[in-house]
């Protein structure tokens, strides 16, 4: 099936620091989602982003679907950003499948 | 705002013990998921249902069982729970067709963190 890897696994900023969080995908994509799950464990879907570039406030994400990877931008990163957050992908190949596979997370600590 | 419902946030349960997670929701989505996810591991699928009475294996089905009685719940049995089912679970739901085609949508419940004694 479809590998999707994920970096940093970890990472810690200072509070107003920027970053970049990375998706690489082995296979061509139908749909391509990130999530942020909090501490306490609920997971929120920030963009679905199989293509192109989104933007929601501090938060922005870019799809290169023909090079097979993905970037989560976080700029002037506050406490709340803390948490893990997933890319998750369905297949090209199992379009209609909706079937998401997920990445191992990268697990961020805001510190203040 | 769609809401997914999890009975249970926290469960001890002993070996060989029957266990039911429950999950409900409200926004009468087709699909329903049950994830796994364990540290290092991201989330893994156990059992997924597009329909009433409906339901296709995950990656992990192992050791599962799922029911879709109705459309709006979804739940999970262990026959006889093991130490190494110690988890935490997640339920979701999503919408299909255009509506998933164009926002992709997997909406999540708060989790059931099941310890097996």
């Known amino acids: 099936g479809i590998q999707v890897e994920q970096s940093p696994p970890d990472l810690i900023l200072q509070e107003g620091a920027n970053s970049t969080l990375r998706c690489n995908f082995s296979d061509s994509v139908n749909n391509l989602q990130w999530f942020h799950q909090n501490p306490w464990g609920q997971l929120i879907n920030l963009f679905y982003?199989?293509?192109g570039t989104k933007q929601n406030g501090r938060l922005s994400a870019t799809t290169v679907a023909t090079e097979r990877y993905s970037l989560l931008y976080i700029s002037s990163s506050q406490t709340t950003d803390s948490g893990v957050y997933f890319c998750a992908v369905e297949p090209h190949k199992g379009a209609g499948s909706y079937q998401l596979t997920f990445g191992k997370g990268t697990k961020l600590s805001v510190i203040p | 705002d769609v809401k997914v419902t999890q009975s249970s946030r926290y469960l001890v349960k002993r070996t060989g013990e029957k266990v039911f997670l429950e999950c409900v929701q409200d926004m009468d989505h087709e699909n329903m998921f049950w994830y796994r996810q364990d540290p290092g591991l991201g989330l893994r699928l156990i059992y997924f249902s597009y329909d009433v009475k409906m339901k296709e294996k995950g990656d992990i089905p192992e050791g599962y069982s799922v029911s879709r009685e109705k459309k709006e719940r979804f739940s999970l049995i262990l026959e006889s729970a093991s130490t190494n089912q110690t988890s935490m679970y997640l339920c979701a739901s999503s919408p299909v067709g255009l509506a998933w085609k164009n926002t992709g949508e997997l909406f999540f419940g708060e989790g059931s963190r099941l310890t097996v004694l």
């Open positions: 982003i199989p293509s």
